[in-house]
Nanobody
Framework: QVQLVESGGGLVQPGRSLKLSCRAS????????MGWYRQAPGKQRKQREL??????????YYSDSVKGRFTISRDNAENTVYLQMNNLKPEDTAVYYC?????????WGQGTQVTVSS
């Protein structure tokens, strides 16, 4: 059974940090492109924003809104992808979803809530 399980979300003050984790099972993790998406309050699923991604060759992508603040990494031995989020802003508030993609495979986690508020 293919499964992605996110963890690490929570409530944090502006300027602080959080680290999200996503552990995969049921896939050959190392050959998948892994991504973190977020869905802001009031937005629909089709409006999810790709925040960051990392390919099987460790090539990374970041959206302009998080570049320089967020870092994506992966540990193939642990089947886990991480998102280190620094200098968080209120506009980073969203549900963050982990995604695994390869060819026609497209797997999503259940999401973890990140709330940035003073």
């Amino acid at each position: 059974q293919v499964q992605l399980v996110e963890s690490g979300g929570g409530l944090v003050q502006p300027g602080r940090s959080l680290k999200l984790s996503c552990r995969a099972s049921g896939i050959i993790f190392r050959i998948y492109t892994m991504g973190w998406y977020r869905q802001a309050p009031g937005k629909q699923r089709k409006q999810r924003e790709l925040v960051a991604s990392i390919t099987s060759a460790d090539s990374t992508y970041y959206s302009d809104s998080v570049k320089g603040r967020f870092t994506i990494s992966r540990d193939n031995a642990e089947n886990t992808v991480y998102l280190q989020m620094n200098n968080l802003k209120p506009e980073d508030t969203a549900v963050y979803y982990c995604n695994a993609r390869r060819a026609t495979d497209d797997v999503w986690g259940q999401g973890t809530q990140v709330t940035v508020s003073s």
